[in-house]
């Protein structure tokens, strides 16, 4: 079994329009999951009309959906960091370049 490599995955450059709609996509996505499963601890809390069936049902699927949404963000930031990375610096080092900073006199 192959392990998938980033570095060998094909060219998705942070400026790409389809990757950052497909990041937005899945941010609104976990927004969305966690607001459905807020509904349902209203729906809990004070019911007018809704079952506690229906409650617990938007709460899992809410909670589900925000779940798999976080994780597909977090993948697609992912991708995105490791592509710039790689970019920004020719040799392929991961670790940040020290920060000089001036001394303040007082």
Known sequence: MQRHDPLQARHCSPADGRTLVLLGFWMRS???GA???AAGVASMIHPQGASS???LILIGVGIGFACLAW???AARLDRIDTNTSIQSRGDGASSPRPVVRA???S
């Open 103 to 105: 001394s303040v006199s």
């Open 71 to 73: 994780q597909r963000t």
């Open 35 to 37: 607001a459905c499963a």
């Open 30 to 32: 976990a927004f969305v």
């Open 53 to 55: 069936v229906t409650a």
